[in-house]
């Protein structure tokens, strides 16, 4: 019902069998009735009343609750706002090899936000995380390995996590690596190839004043260096 496989898809009638299920031990289906709460999917948008299934979750040793307890505790709109709560739930998931936890811990390093600040321990946790296969750890690792924060400045090895990444289909990531490419930073400068990448950025919705720029045809001689290359948000 709750997603409408081989029934009409009724999420009201898939929370009935749900509550069902959890009064009947199945832990589980607690973190499913989570999910429809935080989303207000056959029932009002209540964030508390998911966390208050979670911990029930939690309670009952469902592990994969911790990352999503924790992602409601750094929601401003949940109520139940606590980026130390979220660290450590962060922690816990990480421990058990949740990808999405390390990354999401790295980021709480990076910002200093129930944690100390450590852009040290934030690259070794977006380093694990992206060689893991997070996407937007890879991202956000190769940002942190071209400007040098927390890990050793490498612009070859920023350069070959981008592509790693754009050729997943991150657009942030194609246009970074378009910006390497315009002025031949870890990479050989190759304006064809900074317009091939900017170009999948730029359809995805990602438009770059400064790639704009550099790769008009009147700049195509030279083109200055682009600023620190910012990150990118927790949830890209």
């Known amino acids: 019902y709750a997603n409408g496989?081989?029934?009409?898809?009724?999420?009201?009638?898939?929370?009935?069998?749900y509550q069902l299920a959890a009064r009947n031990g199945d832990p589980q289906a607690l973190v499913e009735l989570a999910n429809l709460a935080a989303l207000g999917v056959g029932m009002p948008v209540d964030k508390k009343k998911a966390a208050t299934y979670l911990e029930e979750a939690l309670g009952k040793g469902v592990v994969e609750a911790n990352y999503w307890l924790g992602l409601l505790c750094i929601d401003p709109s949940s109520g139940i706002l606590d980026y130390a709560r979220a660290a450590a739930l962060f922690k816990a998931a990480a421990d058990e090899g949740n990808i999405d936890a390390i990354y999401a811990l790295a980021a709480l390093y990076r910002e200093g936000q129930g944690v100390e600040k450590n852009e040290t321990e934030a690259a070794r946790l977006m380093g694990e995380a992206a060689r893991a296969g997070h996407l937007a750890a890879q991202v956000e690792y190769a940002i942190m390995m071209f400007n040098g924060t927390g890990v050793v400045r490498d612009q070859k090895i920023a350069a070959a996590w981008f592509k790693v990444a754009a050729e997943a289909g991150n657009p942030v990531?194609?246009?970074?690596?378009?910006?390497?490419?315009?002025?031949?930073?870890?990479?050989k400068r190759d304006l064809d190839a900074a317009r091939h990448w900017?170009?999948?950025?730029?359809?995805?919705?990602?438009?770059?004043?400064?790639?704009?720029?550099?790769?008009?045809?009147?700049?195509?001689?030279?083109?200055?260096?682009?600023?620190?290359?910012?990150?990118?948000?927790?949830?890209?």
């Open 5 to 17: 496989l081989g029934l009409p898809k009724k999420p009201d009638e898939a929370i009935i069998w």
């Open 173 to 187: 990531a194609q246009s970074r690596l378009a910006r390497l490419y315009a002025v031949g930073e870890g990479v």
């Open 198 to 236: 900017y170009g999948y950025a730029k359809a995805a919705g990602l438009v770059d004043d400064w790639l704009e720029q550099a790769l008009a045809p009147e700049a195509q001689k030279t083109a200055e260096k682009p600023p620190a290359l910012p990150g990118v948000d927790a949830g890209n």
